[in-house]
């Protein structure tokens, strides 16, 4: 499987890695020596550049050495290459040395993926990450992996076949002999991606407790791959309300079809009746989705406040011990207004501030044990950038007033429920979720659930690693503008 040895001892390395314009990618050059991108509907700017850059990008659509620009000596080319990165509009080809035949080509799917060649020595131990997997995409193979900042679409079987031997430790001096191939590079570039790992010593096994740090020990596969594919941030597939297949499938109905048998009507509440039903009752039918704010009348802290408490203030904590003996572990508990599978209590709230009287524009993790917010110094861009996504989100002509990011911090439920770890805390998003509507039709606020989240951004405004602490749900609250109706009252 190796390169050819050179005399020191290393592998030999002919150039084979290049960059080109994904697919679906055009790249133009204005008169005025904009070089604006296309791609689908969609173009865009990538600013000014020399003619001699706008003529050296056009060899981007057939691919350019890798190692042509990267060392940044030609620091314009360079800057554009790193926007494109930037886009997620590049991707990686590894070419056969002998006749350049594709034998992997890198799809980045996190924004700044730029393929790093990791040192791979004779020594080093590699395996497998248990979260790399392999799956038919259309007619192609790829290899992917939840952590992974890039997808490997494998083009040669023989790759696929070669790469099975890490399912187990390899040591790198103790593989077969293979063909002219880069295999060491394309090893480095998947320990750069996580998808193979180097064990820290030789007689480790590579198994789940030697993988990453602890809270990473405490995920499983699935769960990991649900929440980076059922968000945004870390994969480059289409989401959202696309109606992808409403040309092929009719839409389901809205109303279930009956079941054969004789029906017993139940009672309901009339229209006539509505005095004598509660105020919870009433509540729940005035309840309903809120995007559009009065900007003029912002919700103030007081009431943020009032919201905050009703809602996930901490409201009674203790200690209990797990039924293990008398060495068993303690488990602590903070109970909240809302029910959590476990009595788990892993949801965060962060609160991204646009307008709110007596409270700064700004990013706050609300500590709910204190009832306090705790600023977080977070990029202006990057606020913005999440205030956008949401007001995108709801179709809605301005950010929200508060969006309040729900994070998890999964390994408080996933140390205890293994293979519904997730779920559960989806499950308890709901649950967080109605209890935030209701309170703010109480309160008079106007509020809305947001579907689509963005991890990478999250990670990137807290510093926090993805599979540590990440988001699982969002919500606008804002004063609503009045005229905004919603379903009709009782
Ligand atoms: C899990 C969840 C995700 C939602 N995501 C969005 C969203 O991304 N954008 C949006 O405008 N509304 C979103 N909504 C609000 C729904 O569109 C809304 O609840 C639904 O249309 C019913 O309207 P109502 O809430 O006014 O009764 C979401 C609601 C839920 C429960």
Redo the contacts with the bound molecule.
């Keep these: 499987m190796r390169t050819p040895r050179t005399k020191r001892g290393r592998c030999a390395s002919p150039e084979i890695l290049s960059v080109r314009l994904a697919p679906h990618v055009v790249l133009e050059a204005n008169p005025s020596g904009e070089l604006v991108t296309r791609f689908q509907s969609h173009s865009f700017s990538l600013g000014k550049f020399s003619a001699r850059i706008a003529d050296r990008a056009q060899k981007l659509h057939s691919g350019l050495q890798f190692s042509s620009f990267a060392s940044g000596r030609d620091k314009e080319f360079h800057l554009l290459i790193r926007r494109l990165a930037g886009h997620g509009l590049t991707e990686y080809h590894l070419g056969h040395p002998r006749n350049g035949e594709d034998l992997v080509v890198i799809e980045p799917q996190v924004s700044d993926y730029w393929p790093r060649t990791i040192t791979i020595r004779d020594t080093d131990v590699l395996v497998l990450s248990r979260f790399a997997y392999m799956r038919r995409r259309g007619n192609e193979m790829v290899l992917e992996s939840p952590r992974a900042g890039a997808l490997f679409k494998i083009c040669n079987p023989k790759i696929a076949t070669a790469l099975a031997i890490f399912s187990r430790p390899q040591q790198i001096r103790r593989l077969p002999r293979q063909d002219p191939f880069p295999w060491t590079k394309l090893l480095a570039l998947l320990v750069d991606c996580e998808i193979l790992f180097k064990l820290k010593t030789p007689n480790d096994s590579g198994l789940r407790l030697t993988e990453g740090d602890d809270n990473l020990v405490l995920w499983d596969f699935h769960d990991l791959l649900f929440h980076t594919r059922s968000t945004e941030g870390r994969h480059a597939n289409p989401l959202g309300g696309l109606y992808s297949y409403a040309r092929a499938i009719s839409s389901p109905p809205a109303v279930r079809p009956s079941w054969p048998g004789k029906k017993i009507a139940l009672s309901k509440f009339s229209a006539e009746q509505s005095e004598i039903i509660s105020p919870f009752a009433r509540l729940l039918r005035q ?3 809120t ?1 559009n704010f009065d900007d003029q009348r912002p919700i103030t802290l007081e009431e943020l406040s009032l919201f905050l408490d009703g809602t996930a203030r901490i409201l009674s904590e203790g200690t209990s011990k797990l039924g293990f003996g008398d060495n068993g572990p303690s488990i602590t508990y903070a109970s909240r207004p809302y029910p959590s599978a476990g009595a788990c209590y892993e949801l965060e709230l962060y609160i991204a501030v646009d307008k709110c009287e007596d409270l700064a524009r700004g990013f706050y993790h609300y500590e709910a044990s204190e009832h306090a917010l705790v600023p977080i110094e977070a990029r202006s861009s990057q606020l913005e950038a999440m205030l956008m996504r949401a007001a995108f ?4 002509p301005a950010v929200p007033q508060i969006l309040i990011t729900v994070a998890a911090r999964f390994a408080r439920v996933s140390w205890k429920y293994s293979a519904i770890a997730y779920e559960l805390i989806l499950k308890d998003v ?1 649950a967080l ?1 109605q209890t935030f ?1 209701l309170t703010a039709t109480d309160m008079g606020l106007g509020g ?5 989240v963005n991890i990478d951004l999250f990670a990137k405004m807290t510093g926090i690693e993805f599979h540590v602490e990440g988001p699982v ?1 969002q919500f606008a609250i804002g004063r609503g503008i009045r005229s905004e109706t ?2 009709p009252l009782l």
């Design positions: 309840r309903h989705s995007r989100a709801m179709g809605a709901g979720m509507y809305c659930a947001i579907g689509i749900g919603g379903p």
